[in-house]
T-cell receptor, first 115, second 110 residues
Framework: EPEVTQTPSHQVTQMGQEVILRCVPI?????FYWYRQILGQKVEFLVS????????KSEIFDDQFSVERPDGSNFTLKIRSTKLEDSAMYFC?????????????FGDGTRLSIL | GNSVTQMEGPVTLSEEAFLTINCTYT??????LFWYVQYPGEGLQLLLK?????DKGSNKGFEATYRKETTSFHLEKGSVQVSDSAVYFC?????????FGRGTSLIVHP
């Protein structure tokens, strides 16, 4: 069964540094998402992306964050200048149709640790 | 706006016990409802879904029925196993932004 893949599985970065988290969504999917989960807390929506542009974003997704689909397969999340509070699990998800009946398929996540 | 409320955990059970994890929602329209499971160290996996009122989603012995009158989608399993230990998330499929509950941790002891 096709799956969403994320790399790296764990990223350790110094505060203030830029970090790029990578995701390869399922190939025929059209909608892409980033979520984060701070340890022990709920899954928080960051951003959704469709047709090469952001369709929705949350208040968490401020100017320090950006997303890109640089080629036909990768979907990246960039944090420009990381803060300690950015430490979390980041999950990528994709969905194949613009239908609320279709579930999102999630990757296994990238654990981001900011020192 | 849309919201999902789950019972707080952890829920601790002995193997073969009956499980219920409550989930209620607030939404405009008629959203689809999902249960996701997160095993330790892994991402979220779809467990089951229901797309309209009175639908019952089921998978791996878990069931949940979409109850429009009570705006609920409670997760049940008749006999839990140690391998069911995980965090379970109830989620609402909205027009744009799917909404997740806070998650309920299930711990099953042998």
């Amino acid at each position: 069964e096709p799956e969403v893949t994320q790399t790296p599985s764990h990223q350790v970065t110094q505060m203030g540094q830029e970090v790029i988290l990578r995701c390869v969504p399922i190939s025929n999917h059209l909608y892409f998402y980033w979520y984060r989960q701070i340890l022990g807390q709920k899954v928080e929506f960051l951003v959704s992306f469709y047709n090469n542009e952001i369709s929705e974003k949350s208040e968490i997704f401020d100017d320090q964050f950006s997303v890109e689909r640089p080629d036909g397969s990768n979907f990246t999340l960039k944090i420009r200048s990381t803060k300690l509070e950015d430490s979390a699990m980041y999950f990528c998800a994709s969905r194949d149709l613009d239908s609320q009946n279709q579930p999102q398929h999630f990757g296994d996540g990238t654990r981001l640790s900011i020192l | 706006g849309n919201s999902v409320t789950q019972m707080e955990g952890p829920v601790t059970l002995s193997e073969e016990a009956f499980l219920t994890i409550n989930c209620t929602y607030t939404a405009t329209g008629y959203p689809s409802l999902f249960w996701y499971v997160q095993y330790p160290g892994e991402g979220l996996q779809l467990l089951l879904k229901a797309t309209k009122a009175d639908d019952k989603g089921s998978n791996k012995g878990f069931e949940a029925t979409y109850r429009k009158e009570t705006t609920s989608f409670h997760l049940e399993k008749g006999s839990v196993q140690v391998s069911d230990s995980a965090v379970y998330f109830c989620a609402l499929g909205g027009s744009y932004i799917p909404t997740f509950g806070r998650g309920t941790s299930l711990i099953v002891h042998p």
